[in-house]
């Protein structure tokens, strides 16, 4: 019998992890480490094992792999389905699962505490594997709590601390930094940050980093002897009018850092409406490098904290968590500034 017999034969009937095992000729353990993306398994030996799944068509069941301890699911919390940052970090982390045979489901928790612990319990209940949760609001000890009924790795929260559940970041103080130095270097002196309006932005979180970052800047280069931060609702309408406030003073800077693209990208939008020209009048900066500040007629300097790369990276770290390591890990990517049109033409600065 040739082994095309044997897939016909073999689809009749459900095709099982033993079924997979025994068209490739390999162990039914070799099968379930190369759905597990398991240290050490050969790219041969993966390369066999796929094949025969595909072939096959084996759809392994998910209720049975709970029974067994594992559903090979793992969910992915968002905060904000809003900011153009975020389906890079989705794409890193399907970019990994894809070969590992697990499969994310996303949760949005719309920046709102109660409704994200409701995500995580109910993930929990659903029996998945692990979380990723991406900027998170919760306190860094409910989401300890969580972390000992199910292995966390948390990306964009910064908590070098934590010992239950694993940081995945970019320097944003770094990142911020960037910011602050290229406009110096390009002779702005005015120069000042918009910032989320929430103070739910305490030390871990980004935003809080970003702030950090950019007032040790800003005095170090001398512009200021305190930093102007302002913050803008995060909510529509009153977040772009809290913009338009902003370009419409008399004493409005020369440039200007914002938080993150989301903003940026509207204060420019902005400008276009009030006819203050960019770079000329106002210089800005973003934050995240999402596609859109690279689009022509954005063009907008922004930081990039390679978003796919975090999002590949917090996957490494939850399957390695998955299977057992218990020392926590904190890793931070270095950011680096993405020059565009929106920064200035020449040098001129004011």
Known sequence: MTMDDLAKRMTKDRVTIRTVAAHAGVSVAAVSKVMRNAYGVSEGLR?????????????????????RGRTFTIGLLLIDIRNPFLPEVIGGVNEVLTKSHYQAMIGVGEARTQLETSLIESMIDYKMDGLI???????????????????????????????????????DQRGAELAVEA?????????????????EGHRVSVVRQREIGFARAIERAGLASKPAI??????????????RAFLMRSDR?????????????????????????VPDDLAVIGYDNSPPAGWGLVNLASIDQTGRNLGRTAVHTLLSRIEGRTTPIHLQEQPILVERRSLGRGGVGG
């Open 47 to 67: 390369a066999k094992v796929a094949e025969s799944i595909e072939t096959l068509g084996y759809r392994p069941s998910r209720a049975a792999r709970g029974l």
């Open 183 to 199: 406009l110096a270097s390009y002779g702005y002196r005015t120069v000042e940050m918009l910032s989320l309006g929430q103070r």
């Open 230 to 243: 302002i913050g803008i609702p995060p909510d529509s309408p009153q977040r772009e009018q809290a913009l």
């Open 133 to 171: 949760l991406v900027a998170p609001r919760l306190p860094s000890d409910v989401i300890a709590g969580f972390a000992e009924q199910i292995p966390i790795v948390t990306v964009g929260y910064h908590d070098a601390e934590a010992t239950a559940f694993d940081t995945i970041n970019a320097d």
């Open 253 to 277: 800077p020369r440039a200007v850092f914002c938080w993150s693209d989301l903003d940026a990208i509207t204060l420019l939008s902005e400008c276009a409406d009030l006819g203050i020209a």
